[in-house]
């Protein structure tokens, strides 16, 4: 598979008289192949949105290597502009146009034929509205609009930065369905997004950032089962002699309330025999399969003290330099 | 091209370029309509006295003339105590720019050969300040309000953008302008016509009209260019006006007075208006008293000093210039968020 996006090494570091230096990209590496839809995850402040905005010519880059489509960017991104479609952060419009005329200025700007803006419009589901000024847009349609001008250019390669932003939950679904169909037809997507559920319903591959760097990367379901720790929820009549017996057999187990939580399962029958061979039925065994919101918690270290407000900066990294990148193996 | 289209209808579109024009055209109509009220066509009887006073005042003139001629030759009769200049050759009629026409007793009465440069002044001054203003606002704004993000999503060419951008103002300020002063000067012409007098309308007077003209509409572009060039650098629509005050406040009136408690010499000409000024009117002259100050008792000393067009062009032209260039070296590499 082609590399759509590469990116290695990535730093910027915003300098600015009130708060001195912040290092907003650590040496970030993003790898988006043709075909997939590629999560972009971390939470407020991890360097999400400076990623995009390097990787789009928008803001110089300290160090690093980056490429889109194949050109290095920014030098010769004008060569493959015209492929990609990319919105960055909440665009701001011009309050006075209309939506229609807005996407007209940009068609025109761009080379588009203006036919294109009454599809688009459609697309995002604005053709009512198109007629209307901006100013007058809620947060969502504003979003909307965004994302219609993204797609303005027909572009091969889709790069959205929270596009759920203010939109309703029928939003956040249409959206969704608008990104699996663009998928269907060959567009390349990156989506970023600090809304965990969000991705995992609809990206095939993700990249976890966490104060600048990279702390996980590759398919969906990989991440997952990297941070499976083989847990079954187990229900029994009698948990304090079921964790004895279960302890005698060299798994881990603690009672969690009604239940318990059985650890180092390679295969979940050892549990029932175990116990049903001593006379103790099992009522319920659920494997305990990690989401990604517990993967990103973890590897983010959002939640280690759920009682103490956490700060946008406190995101961790994980132990030491330890990256897992389901691609390339583990590397520490 | 496209992206000078695009350019083009944000530009007229932006509420504050509207504002301004319809201020433009209201400044015009108040002005236009003012003075046809207050000008109505001269009578044959009021032409003829218009005539005769300025006649008679060339006469007197004259007349004061040969008296002083005669004061210096000791051959006035004795008894007027009339003074006269040392040099009565300042008070020959001949040498005087202009005599007593008749217009200049006529009163109520619009003069256009007259009246012409003035307004023309006055057009160039409200374009000036609307180039200034429209050119710090379109790239402000749009720095402000993303567009110009926006715009690199679509062109990530950060030069070509902004010149299309540039490009734009100049060529939008200049078609303003060129409208609006045509129609300016052929509506006080027609008032001229029809409420007024004409005036003498020569050769002479076109060609040097039309050099202010000229001179105007550069000063026009110049000042836009600067207005864009420094609220780019500033990021802002206000560091223009921002500049510009503090360059007003600053130089033009402290720098001044540091200049004169220091006893400096032509001051003037380091100043932008001393530049502005000369440039427009083709020259300009100052006075320096200091310039005499070394100088002997013997060798006259007028103690004035001027400027020429060229070099007051030069400056303006490298003032603009090199704001300009600072502008897009900046937003070539500078970070847009
Ligand atoms: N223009 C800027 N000046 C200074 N710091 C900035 C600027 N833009 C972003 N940052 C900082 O860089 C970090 C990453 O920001 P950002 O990329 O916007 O995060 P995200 O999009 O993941 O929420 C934050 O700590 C933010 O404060
Ligand atoms: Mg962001």
Redesign the interface.
């Known amino acids: 598979m082609s590399a759509v996006i590469e990116i290695e090494g990535l730093r910027k570091t ?1 300098h600015s008289m009130r708060s001195g230096r912040r290092v907003a990209v650590d040496g970030f590496d993003l790898l988006v192949e043709a075909g997939q839809i590629h999560g972009f995850l971390g939470p407020n402040g991890s360097g999400k949105t400076t990623t995009l ?1 390097a990787l ?5 880059a300290d160090s690093g290597r980056m490429t889109v489509l194949g050109e290095p960017s ?1 030098e010769l ?2 060569r493959v ?1 015209g492929q990609v479609g ?3 952060e909440s ?4 309050g ?2 209309s939506g229609y ?1 807005t996407l007209r ?2 068609a ?4 588009v034929p203006v036919s294109r803006v009454d599809e688009v419009l459609d697309l995002v589901g604005l053709s009512d509205r198109g007629d209307e000024r901006v100013k007058g847009y809620s947060l969502g349609m504003k979003q909307r609009l965004a994302v219609a ?1 993204a797609l303005l ?1 027909d572009p091969r390669l889709l790069i959205l930065d929270e596009p759920a932003n203010g939109l309703d939950p029928a939003g956040i679904r249409e959206m969704r369905d608008l990104m699996r169909s663009l998928s269907a037809s060959g567009v390349t997507v990156l989506v970023s997004s600090h809304i965990l559920g969000e991705i995992q319903l609809i990206c095939d591959h993700v990249t976890i950032i966490s104060r600048g760097r990279r702390v996980a990367s590759g398919r969906v379901d990989e991440v997952l089962a990297g941070h499976d720790r083989h847990e079954f929820l187990v229900r029994v009549a009698e948990p304090e002699r079921a964790v004895e017996l279960l302890h005698a057999a060299d798994l881990t187990a603690v009672v969690d309330g009604e239940a318990l939580v059985v650890g180092g399962v390679d295969d979940p029958t050892v549990i029932s025999r175990v116990l049903g061979e001593q006379g103790l039925w099992v009522g319920e065994l659920t494997p305990l399969r990690p989401d990604l919101e517990s993967v990103f918690l973890e590897l983010t270290g959002a939640y280690e003290h759920p009682s103490v407000p956490r700060q946008v900066d406190d995101s961790s990294l994980p132990h030491g330099e330890a990256v897992i990148d389901l691609d390339r193996g583990v590397d520490a | 091209m ?2 000078v ?3 083009l ?2 530009l007229s ?1 932006r ?1 504050f370029v509207q504002l301004m024009v319809v201020l433009l055209v209201l400044a015009f109509a108040v002005t236009a309509a003012t003075t046809l009220v207050g000008s109505h066509k001269p009578t044959v009887s009021e032409l003829n006295s218009a005539r005769e006073q300025a006649a008679d005042a060339r006469r007197s003139m004259e007349v004061t003339h040969q008296q002083c001629l005669a004061y210096q030759d000791d051959s006035l009769p004795s008894g007027t105590n009339e003074t006269f200049p040392s040099d009565c050759s300042a008070i020959d009629p001949i040498r005087q720019d202009r005599l007593p026409i008749a217009a200049d007793y006529l009163s109520g009465v619009f003069n256009f050969a007259d009246q012409a440069r003035p307004l023309l002044y006055f057009l160039i001054a409200f374009l000036v300040l609307f180039g200034f203003l429209v050119g710090a606002s379109y790239i402000g704004a749009d720095l402000n ?3 110009v ?9 950060r030069m070509t953008v902004l010149a299309a951008k540039l490009g734009t103002l100049l060529g939008t300020v200049l078609v303003l302008a060129l409208l609006a002063s045509a129609a300016y000067l052929a509506t006080f012409w027609m008032i001229g016509q029809t409420a007024g007098l004409p005036g003498r309308l020569d050769g002479d007077f076109w060609r040097s009209l039309g050099a202010v003209h000229g001179r105007g509409l550069v000063l026009v572009l110049l000042a836009s260019a600067v207005g864009f060039a420094i609220a780019t650098l500033g990021r802002h629509t206000s560091a223009a006006l921002g500049a510009l005050a503090a360059y007003a406040v600053v130089w033009e009136l402290g720098g001044r007075l540091v200049l004169e408690i220091i006893d400096a010499r032509r001051p003037d000409r380091l100043m932008l208006s001393s530049h502005i000024g000369a440039w427009l009117s083709g020259g300009a002259r100052f006075f320096d008293p200091r310039l005499c100050a070394g100088s002997s008792g013997t060798d006259y000393c007028e103690g004035f000093y001027s400027l020429t067009w060229p070099t007051a062009l030069a400056v303006l032209l490298l003032l603009t210039g090199g704001l300009t260039a600072a502008a897009f070296a900046v937003f070539r ?1 500078r ?3």
């Open positions: 915003f905005r789009l010519g928008l803001v110089r920014p991104l004008p502009a990319a919105i960055v665009p701001q419009f011009f006075n146009f005329r200025l940009l025109r700007a761009g080379g001008s250019k | 496209n992206l289209r695009a350019e209808e944000r579109a509420r309000s993303g567009g993000v926006n715009l690199l999503l679509w062109r990530p060419r590499r970070d847009l968020i």
